[in-house]
Every structure is written in structure tokens, then in C-alpha cells.
């Protein structure tokens, strides 16, 4: 399919996996809010050992639909900008790393938030993955999106306040994880490639 000028993929290998999370995401947002409260990371339980599935639920449930709306337009201007990296179900298969590095970030990194909830420490991770990919790949716009992207992290680390609400430290253990997981992709596939 054409659209402004450049070819988009309407596979169902292309659309399936990232409309899937999109799904996902969305079904856990019309859950009762009681639920949705259990399914946020609680810090003071997870450092204390318990609960500690929430490491992964609390990246996919959120505070708010405006907040959900952004991760859902993150993902979408990912999948636009990186198909190549996200068709078929093999590259989707670090995501619950980058899940889990992006919480354990969180919990380490920001004892002022006690509750954390939200997909964009995840998201983080999966622009990076994607970014440095085409960077291995020798594509100019990972460079770009690279670039912008830890432009963007040293920004949050240097200079936002610690009641900005904004869950930097889970961003930064997103992009860590991304980026660990796209050299590994890509030393594997030269190692059997």
C-alpha cells in the first residue's frame, strides 16, 4: 500500500504482532480500575519479593486513556519507522526482557514513585532495539532516531525535576535493554549467518 510516498506493508506478518499489543494493551484499559490498581507495580510490595508479576503487568496497564493514547501513537510511529525490524513474532520475543528492564529500572532508579504503570519504558526499549538494528544495518534514520532517543534520556536524567510524574528512570531501563538486545540479535546472526 502507498501512502505519501512511501510503500507500507498491510501483511498480516507486518500488522499482526503490533496491532496484537495494541489490542492487548487496550482490553487491560477497559478492565474495572480495582484490577487495573493490582496490575500496577507497587514498589514497596515488589521490593519486598511479593507481587513480583507485576514487574511485567504494570507495564501494560496505564493511569489514564490520554496516557494509553500516547503509548498507542508510540507504538504506531514505531511500527511506521521500523517495520523491518517488527514483522513476524521472532523480534517480539526480547519485548518481556525489555519489560523487565525497564521496571527493575524503575524500582532501583526512582524511589519517589511507588506506583508505576504505563508502556513507555517498553516502548523506549523497542525504539531503541529497532533504532540501533538499522544502525547495524547501516540505515541512516536509526542513526537519527538513535540519536534523538538518547538525546532525549540524558535530557530526563540531567534536567527533569523529581516531581515531573514522568518515569524516566523506566525509560532509561527500556533503551539499556533495547539496545543490549539489538547487539545480541545481531551477534548471533553473525554467528550463524
Known amino acids: 500500500m502507498q501512502l505519501l510516498g512511501l510503500d507500507i506493508p498491510v501483511s498480516r506478518r507486518a500488522l499482526l504482532p503490533t ?4 489490542l492487548l494493551l487496550t482490553l487491560i484499559m477497559l478492565l474495572p480500575e480495582a484490577i487495573r490498581d493490582e496490575l500496577k507495580l507497587d514498589r514497596q510490595s515488589a521490593l519486598r519479593g511479593e507481587q513480583l508479576w507485576q514487574l ?4 501494560l496497564v ?14 504506531l ?7 523491518d525490524h517488527q514483522q513476524g513474532w521472532r523480534r ?6 525489555i519489560m523487565l528492564s525497564s521496571s527493575a529500572a524503575q524500582l532501583y532508579f526512582d524511589p519517589q514513585v511507588r506506583f508505576y504503570a504505563g508502556f513507555s519504558g ?8 529497532c533504532a540501533l538494528a538499522d544502525v547495524l544495518h547501516k540505515r541512516w534514520l536509526g542513526a537519527l532516531v538513535l ?11 540531567l534536567y527533569l ?16 535493554a533495547g539496545l543490549i538486545l539489538a547487539f545480541l540479535c545481531k551477534i548471533l546472526t553473525l554467528n550463524h549467518g
Open 161 to 176: 525535576p523529581d516531581f515531573s510524574g514522568l518515569a524516566f528512570a523506566a525509560h532509561t531501563g527500556g533503551v539499556v
Open 122 to 129: 517498553t516502548l523506549y526499549g523497542i525504539f531503541a532495539y
Open 147 to 157: 540519536l534523538g532517543l538518547a538525546g532525549k534520556v540524558i535530557y530526563d536524567l
Open 77 to 83: 510511529v514505531c511500527w511506521a519507522l521500523f517495520i
Open 92 to 97: 517480539w520475543l526480547g519485548v518481556p526482557l
Open 19 to 22: 496491532a496484537s499489543v495494541m
Open 56 to 59: 511485567i503487568t504494570g507495564q
Open 62 to 75: 496505564h493511569h489514564s486513556w490520554p496516557h494509553l493514547g500516547l503509548n498507542l501513537l508510540g507504538l
